[in-house]
């Protein structure tokens, strides 16, 4: 039943952050996180909207709360797991989480709805719409944000600086003026959360 | 800064369910609910609209996405604080929930859109639009969703009956025929999670 | 029935940590809060004694016993809750609280011992007497000896200064001499641990 | 220092109800227990006044607090653990115990104070006097308790059996007509527990 | 570096288990796991030796220790997933944890050791030398006891059926005497288990 | 039952590390820690191997799975605790922990089986074979690297300095070589850990 599957993500654990030393009680669930990235979108679009009246929010919140929707069968898959699988990893992926994501929305029962929500992760998954790349930016803002919460709970700083600069990264291919923007402002943050202990002890 | 409540409601636990004695490390955060609640929100609105076409998805995701939101600052407010706020206790709530969300969405720095999610937030109290009644429902379908849950994990039925039987009656005053039909499935649900040990077994 | 009101106390959390961003499965209990509370009132008393011999004891730990125990319905309400409560918010908290601990005695099925301890808890509230102004600063002094526990754990300095401060100045209010010099010992404390690894690394 | 030996009860788990099954999540602290066993003390006390006015309900609170203080040096000791002594386990359980405490108490820097502790401690252990028996019976009131709220989050009736028996027949050697007697009520209140299903189902 | 990897493995979940509904909290480690196995596995050795002299049982411990090691980069891969890698599912598998395994034992910088690793590793996939056949029946009763163990904590028989079944048919194909003596052993705990409430209660 | 024993040590903690601040809910338990020792002291040997043919790998790894079984009875006994059972300490933990395994293996059922399994666990005591030293020394190998994993996840270098030297010193004591390099490298990383904050921020 699709149900029970939506609410097993609540106690999928995100384990990509077990590589980078968070303690698997802290490490948030995968509903959790798609949660901040459907409110991230939803801020990035109305923030796009004055200047650019075609975005279309209601598809950008489909996309946003369905974008690990798999995760429920496939959990969260580790990146060390993708390059085991080769050249070919993202593709394998890719086809893994399509039929992943089918099997889950069959469980719709309803088929007209099911295929509307495929058509929705498909151009999440190519990346080329403004409402795609408005969620992939909302996905890796969320991360950032995220590594400054745990960065202020105690975590070190050097142990996270590899996933920071590999989403950074991919923040900035998603080629969005206000992502960038606030990612800018993220560093400033960051950098003030290391300059304090200096400064202050 | 806005980001950071919002990225608070992942570590705030929807403390509640600590009164029906779910352990508290496996109570869910306020950004988990959300997440459950706007995907049924949006099932709901999608079964709706083939004979419904004026529903306002964007304005229902929005809402639902919103609808804790205050919860940043407040925490999640226990029922039994409430009865010891009086008479007088529902309409506290209210007027304090809608202060911590104006304080919260000033955050925003976005006078405009800052307005717009006070809106819909005032929408949802009213409770009167379609839309916030399909919010209400998906609220009150998480919550009987979650009790099968925890039903399943070994949580002992009797210990969440009262919160059962006070859900299942806040359904009903939303009065959508999909949400009740979707509540008579998880009835018949429950008593087939009972009814094993003794048949089977 | 009351002993049921007492066992949960065991376990809700003070959730007023959160805040300051203390991982929840960290967040100790009101009952282990409330255990400190009474070593450390006792402690103080008994210090107190030779110059003072007029101290309560018995009343000082009731006092300490008895001071959080209706978040056992009330829960640990967060400071920002009563931000959002305006001008009148300490005092609604007060009323609540009150009417709480009313509730909750009344479960001792014991009209002469509730009035007894509600008694403590009114001169506990009033904070006029020797004996209340000892609990109010065994209250504070166990939250800095937490906050140390916090940063000797990892936890960051920064993070907690504010918590750190404002209890500071609610201790000084209690105006105890022991209370004050054991605070200026934990000041000594918490810059030793700060000093230490620019010192020693 | 003798606060930072307090505040690490906090964290100290009591390890026993690991044997029991219970989730080492959902262990409850040194501390939790004795705040417990030190409420229900004075209740005992309070209840007993009427017709023993020469119960010193000081002295029940003061070894009801420091009752369990050693384990903060020797952690909780599991039972398995003393039968493995031999038959000279309680003696030299009993003076590990002595030991622990006299070296905590130390470090309160005040000779009379912790002559007095430690008095008020081997008292309890010899178990004569009425303040000690009241103490006991309290601490053997708060297993009972805590059983019973394990039991309603849905561990099993009959893993903690052997627990429940063993504490029951500690509670009659205190000889206490009211602990006695709501020893009876709480048998009664888990016969309900275990009928309720059978019944409602 | 080698040594991380494995020191990983402590942290790693047992993933599996959250479809069965188990708290994620109450969910063990790979090591763990591997732990149970490797001492299983000397047991079943053991046991074998009066009739079988020949079994390696450096060979097996060896087998026992490393059989999950590639999870330190892969994780624990669902059995959801593999299932949507179709047909090749298991072939894949295979290849990612063949991959991952060299990668780590090439953290040993010791090429000689590294090989006979791999060695050991692959004679596990094959399962056909009696060591491998005796490491997989351990892998499974380490399973089949794990059950038992939640059950015992108050998790749900009928939640955990299939993975019991699944497991259970497994072991046979094992096809070792010891093994399946003790399968019959703990199916007969298992029933008495689930009779003792309608027995008892 | 055996098994129920081995079952166990997944869920008995090293208690020891809540001394130096670790949160109870990282608490590795016996078995992974085992684990650990396991797979450290196959490689100490192997690496042994060509320069030292004798060196006995079978009883190396019983050992090494051996050497905290006792716990799953005893549970892991503080250093506090047994510097108060004074200078006959170590000798009244020895002789508990003896018993505590021999009634253990009893429940093998297997008289043969069980006599060598306590042979080795005396070779262990004794600490004069090579192969118990290897364990000792994987044993003490293991602690090392966890202080860094937990030092890595932020954990304070000065909170964990007194067992890192403790520890250190035992290593030493194991008179291996190629113990001792590594113990080298761990301090180099360990110094390499504390100097980049520095010199990177």
Known sequence: MFFDDL???????RSGWITYRISRHDVESVSSHSYSVAVIALIVSETLRPTNQK??????LRMALLHDLSESLTFDIS???LRYL????????ARIERRAA???LS??????????FVGSLEEYSSAKSLESRIVH????????????EYQRMGYRKTTLEPIWRETRSKLKHCNLDVANDWMRRLEQVRRELDSTPTRKR
Chains 1, 2, 3, 4, 5, 6 share one sequence.
């Open 107 to 116: 469980g719709l029962q309803n088929s007209k709805l099911s295929r509307k």
């Open 55 to 60: 975005v279309d929010v209601e598809e950008v």
């Open 102 to 104: 089918s099997h889950l």
């Open 137 to 148: 930016a909302a996905d890796a803002l969320d991360l950032l944000l995220q590594i400054l």
């Open 7 to 13: 609410m097993r993500l609540k106690r999928i654990p």
């Open 86 to 93: 080769g050249r070919t990893g993202a593709k394998v992926k």
């Open 79 to 81: 990146k060390a797991y």
